[in-house]
Nanobody
Framework: QVQLVESGEGLVQPGGSLRLSCTAS????????MAWYRQAPEKKRELVAA???????SYADSVKGRFTISRSTAQKTMYLQMNSLKPEDTAVYYC????????WGQGTQVTVSS
């Protein structure tokens, strides 16, 4: 069983920054792709950012230029650096890993508010 655990939840003011992390029980090389998703209240879950085993990254249009996805050299921790946060970024953020199956972390709450 592959386990993914997120951390970094918090309340931040608009314009502020947070860094989320996701730690895997195995190397991320076990996955074709790792990604961050988010789900705001009463909205569908959406892909925020993704990184492939080769290191290629992609971002949702809503976060381009503000968020950065990365992983540790050991490839057991993935990060989402979130800058210039907006109230609409408020959501539960989920770590996701894909191979032949779809693995999910438990989610971590990010609230952007004054």
């Amino acid at each position: 069983q592959v386990q993914l655990v997120e951390s970094g939840e918090g309340l931040v003011q608009p314009g502020g920054s947070l860094r989320l992390s996701c730690t895997a029980s195995l190397s991320f090389r076990s996955f074709y792709q790792m990604a961050w998703y988010r789900q705001a209240p009463e909205k569908k879950r959406e892909l925020v950012a993704a990184i492939t085993t080769a290191g290629s990254t992609s971002y949702a249009d809503s976060v381009k230029g503000r968020f950065t996805i990365s992983r540790s050299t050991a490839q057991k921790t993935m990060y989402l650096q979130m800058n210039s946060l907006k109230p609409e970024d408020t959501a539960v953020y989920y770590c996701n890993g894909q191979n032949n199956y779809d693995y999910w972390g438990q989610g971590t709450q990010v609230t952007v508010s004054s």
